[in-house]
């Protein structure tokens, strides 16, 4: 059906396959759900083909059955600490004269943007638009349609290792699924958590994921700055599991039941049971030691956060702060202490309620970039969104991907 539009949100501890039906208003109704814990990655990247491709495969099922309908196509998030972003201008002469800027004047700017040197083992996942200068007018948003010779765009490029990049879509497509367009992460968390005043105005995504945390920084509707940290909720459970000598499942379990961020808000008799190595049987831990082993990597995590939103040059200019996304932002106590460490507002962000179809348990921080994904796909189906950067890298990659295999 030419309606459906699916997403594939690849994760470090689970794969989620959304997929919604597109409504006569460009809208979106989620029809099925799909997911596995993630096997075969490692911080968002792949490590081992055959495990990922399995697991992405079971969730693919699942969705396709709860449809009725298989995945011709499909958004795909993209993530890992091989992600990096740079700035870049292009400029094109303006060719439609008196009828005024058109979309092909659009694609030849963000075309000479894309004319960088980058190395030759990277490739180019996203080339966003900032702002736009026709002629000497700056700041424009929206050229399409104005008058003038000359057409210059201040764009944001997102690049990924080409070897991670060409793994992650040899996954998908073992499953006869085409990848419509990689998405970064946070990009897509985005259009699922932010509003059009926070996107405006000044905001930072921060999608506390299990091996990473991906940050985007939207400035006057568009991303300024986007950035991959190498630590995430898995880094809070292994301080718990080497804190109490636990197995890893065993303090993710701890960390889920009974984490939180403020140890001094709990009652010194408030006791959980652990299960640790050896043959001792359970053993009695106050709760609030366990949240202060959690406190520590969050505040590091908040610590790597603000580091990186100063470097940006943009810290100044955050009136709608920082809001939290992802499956470790469910937390208890995640706003209390960002606002006490960033000194700015913060909320955690779950998907938009306004998604037709969203069960209670889309409506969770965990999945705000399979949400995304969808929102992204129903912009990019609709034209509101030029897509200009996919077919470049998927060629590429495709080239990449027929040079390992044997003649």
Known sequence: MSNLIAGIDVGTTKVCVLIGE???????????????????????????????????GQAVEQAEAAAGHSIGSAFVSVAGSHIASLSSRGVAPVSRGQRGIGQEDISRALDAARAVPIPHNREIIHTLARSWTVDEQQGIRDPIGMHGFRLEVDAHLITGAASSIANLVSCVTAHDIEVDELVLGPLAAGEAVLTAAERDMGVVVADIGGGTTDVALFLENALYHTVVLDVGGNNL??????????PFKIAEALKVRHGHLQPASLRPDDIVQVSPFGDQGQTSVPRAFLAEVLEARAEEILESLLREVKRSGY????????????????????????????????????????????????????????????????????GSRPRTAALPWLERVWQWLRNLMPG
Do not use: C, F
């Not at 597109?22 to 099925?32: C, F």
């Not at 459970?237 to 636990?246: E, G, I, P, S, Y």
């Open 315 to 382: 810290d100044g200019l955050l009136p709608a702060g920082i809001v939290l996304t992802g499956g470790t932002a469910q937390l208890p106590g995640w706003m209390e202490i960002s606002r006490q460490y960033l000194q700015l507002p913060v909320r955690i962000g779950s998907p938009r309620s306004n998604i037709s179809g969203l069960r209670e348990e889309l409506r969770s921080p965990m999945y705000a970039t399979s949400v995304g994904l969808l929102l992204w796909g129903a912009k990019q189906h609709g």
């Open 237 to 246: 459970t292994q301080d718990v599991a080497v804190m109490l000598h636990a």
């Open 22 to 56: 597109l409504t006569s208003d460009d809208a979106i109704h989620i029809v099925a759900v799909g997911q596995a814990p993630s096997r075969g990655l490692r911080r968002g990247v792949v490590v081992n083909i055959s495990e990922a491709t399995a697991a992405i």
